[in-house]
């Protein structure tokens, strides 16, 4: 009775992280990576305590990642992605992970598969927007920050995020329109002014 229901729960587990797999299309080696991870985890042979999901899961891989711990949130957001493939915040979560550790790839294919399951997602566009900054690729940080925009045009940070990249693209108006627009949401923020006050110093 214990070995059917070992094999049963072992059955489950590949079925899970083949529609895992299916879902998000990474590359070959990142595949590898999930299922030796997933595997490592299912098994408990990573050393920590944390080898079963349990209810808390979510808040320790969120601490993981709030702390820098990069590796061990990844291997439980790849769990509980395995429990519920079409959870688009996890996929979210686990890019912002692959953010921290600028594996960039992962973290474009990880938004990409949150976008596919919630294409409306103005937070998936801003860091869909924040990955393109961060590689330097400003032109296609703008058109993501301002999809995120016209999904929610309510989030100060957002206009920010859209300023910073005018002004590494040296378009100071649009910047500095960017930053206006954040000011009228946050009309306190010191860090919005002096953004704003650099840029407008670039039109004179």
């Known amino acids: 009775m214990v070995v059917m229901l070992e094999l049963i729960i072992l059955v489950a ?3 899970l992280l083949i529609i895992v797999l299916n879902k998000l299309p990474l ?23 944390e080898a079963e999901v349990d209810t808390d899961a979510l808040k ?27 959870e688009a915040s996890l996929y979210n979560k686990l890019a912002l ?3 921290g550790s600028k594996e960039f790839k992962d973290a474009a294919r990880s938004l990409e598969q949150a976008l596919q399951i919630e294409p409306d997602n103005d937070t998936f566009y801003n860091n869909l927007g924040l990955l393109f900054y961060q590689q330097g690729n400003f032109e296609e940080s703008v058109e993501n920050y301002e ?8 989030v100060a940070s957002r206009f920010m995020n859209l300023g910073l990249a005018y002004f590494m693209l040296k378009k ?32 004179k």
């Open 13 to 15: 587990t590949v079925g």
């Open 147 to 154: 999809q995120s925009i016209d999904i929610n045009n309510k």
């Open 172 to 203: 100071y108006r649009k910047a500095a329109e960017a930053y206006e627009k954040a000011l009228i949401l946050e009309p306190q923020n010191d860090e919005y002014k002096r953004l704003l006050m650099a840029a407008e110093a670039k039109l």
């Open 60 to 86: 320790r891989a969120d601490h993981y990642a709030q702390e820098g711990q990069y590796k061990r949130a990844e291997k439980l957001y790849l769990k509980l992605i395995a429990a519920d493939p079409q």
């Open 97 to 99: 992970v692959y953010l």
């Open 27 to 49: 590359e070959k080696e990142v595949v590898k990576k999930l299922a030796y991870d997933a595997k490592k985890i299912e098994k408990g042979e990573d050393g920590d305590d």
